[in-house]
Nanobody, 116 residues
């Protein structure tokens, strides 16, 4: 069964850190580009970061540059999003996405809440 499962979300104070994980099963992550998206209440889903399949090139939305780091461990079939210096505006449901040509898979998301 093809599945992406996000974990690592939770409640954190402003300035804190979280590491999100995206565990993949049912297919090999090696040749898939990975993206992290988020959706805050009442807002459209937005792309946060992505990492290419072969050469590991990364991209970040301006609002998270210097604070978030995307990575992948193909041996563990898992992708990560390290989030530091979190801000209240980072509060959202975070989704993992895997893409390879016409193949496009999504996880169900994990809630991240940044609040004091």
């Amino acid at each position: 069964q093809l599945q992406l499962v996000e974990s690592g979300g939770g409640l954190v104070q402003p300035g804190g850190s979280l590491r999100l994980s995206c565990a993949v099963s049912g297919f090999t992550l090696d040749y898939y580009a990975i993206g992290w998206f988020r959706q805050a209440p009442g807002k459209a889903r937005e792309g946060v970061s992505c990492i290419s399949s072969v050469d590991g090139i990364t991209h970040y939305v301006d609002s998270v540059k210097g604070r978030f780091t995307i990575s992948r461990d193909n041996a563990k079939n898992t992708a990560y999003l390290q989030m530091n210096s979190l801000k209240p505006e980072d509060t959202a449901v975070y989704y993992c996405n895997a893409v390879r040509g016409p193949l496009n898979y999504w996880g169900k998301g994990t809630q991240v809440t940044v609040s004091s």
